[in-house]
């Protein structure tokens, strides 16, 4: 069964730090990856997909991922976090033949200290 | 209205009652999917519904019985619910088919007494 794993469950940075989210996946087939994120008190939107192509993807907010398909991962990063940036984290993954069926990781919640 | 809206936000229930949380999305999309966020562990797909018609079923108990009656609305039909099943659940929509992203809703927080 796929699965999909995030490492850190709460992240604490002060504003500039650099940030990065590690995302390991299961699954050998192809596969179309995400990052969702949470603000407090918001929807879960979508920060970045990758399909194919490029594996350095970028998404809003100076958001970035790369996909690593030797390593099954897809981290998230930021060179430099803002205090507005503190939310959950989410990564998901959907195999391609698996129609719109996301399976997520548990979430990372990340605290951005002014 | 715009994007995916859910309602009630908020609901207390007895393990004896029957209640129905409402998702409908303002988006012309053709798939809906009704997810279970509970506290530290990771969102839970329960339901698939593509074009109206339920493609995915995540082993989901009886007690939960979804109903899609058009690509717009999608509900919840809740009977006979446990403590466990305390969560917040998600509604989200979609475009049919794989790599297509998803718009999610604010969610119902249920509480099971």
Same mark, same amino acid.
Not at chain 1, 12 to 30: K, M, P, W
Not at chain 1, 45 to 63: A, E, N, R, T, W
Not at chain 1, 72 to 96: G, I
Not at chain 2, 20 to 39: F, I, R, T, V
């Given at each position: ?114 | 209205?715009?994007? /995916? ?6 609901? /207390? ?35 698939? !519904? ?38 917040? !659940? ?24």
């Amino acid at each position: 069964a796929q699965s999909v794993s995030q490492h850190n469950h709460h992240v604490i940075l002060s504003e500039a730090a650099s940030l990065e989210l590690g995302c390991n996946y299961s699954y050998g087939g192809t596969v179309n990856l995400f990052w969702y994120v949470q603000y407090p008190g918001q929807h879960l939107q979508l920060l970045l997909k990758y399909f194919s192509g490029d594996p350095l993807v970028k998404g809003i907010k100076g958001f970035e991922a790369e996909f690593i398909k030797s390593k099954f991962s897809f981290n998230l990063r930021k060179p430099s976090v803002q205090w507005s940036d503190t939310a959950e984290y989410f990564c998901a993954v959907n195999a391609w033949n698996q129609g719109g069926k996301l399976i997520f990781g548990q979430g990372t919640e990340l605290s951005v200290k002014p | 209205e715009t994007g /995916v809206t859910q309602t009630p936000r908020h609901l /207390v229930m007895g393990m004896t009652n029957k209640k129905s949380l409402k998702c409908e999305q303002h988006l012309g999309h053709n798939a809906m999917y009704w997810y279970k966020q509970s506290a530290k562990k990771p969102l839970e797909l329960m339901f698939v !519904y593509n074009f109206k018609e339920q493609t995915e079923n995540n082993s989901v108990p009886s007690r939960f019985s979804p109903e899609c009656p058009n690509s717009s609305h999608l509900f919840l039909h809740l009977h006979t619910l446990q403590p466990e099943d305390s969560a917040l !659940y998600l509604c989200a929509s979609s475009q049919e088919g794989s790599g297509n992203e998803q718009f999610f809703g604010p969610g119902t927080r249920l509480t099971v007494l």
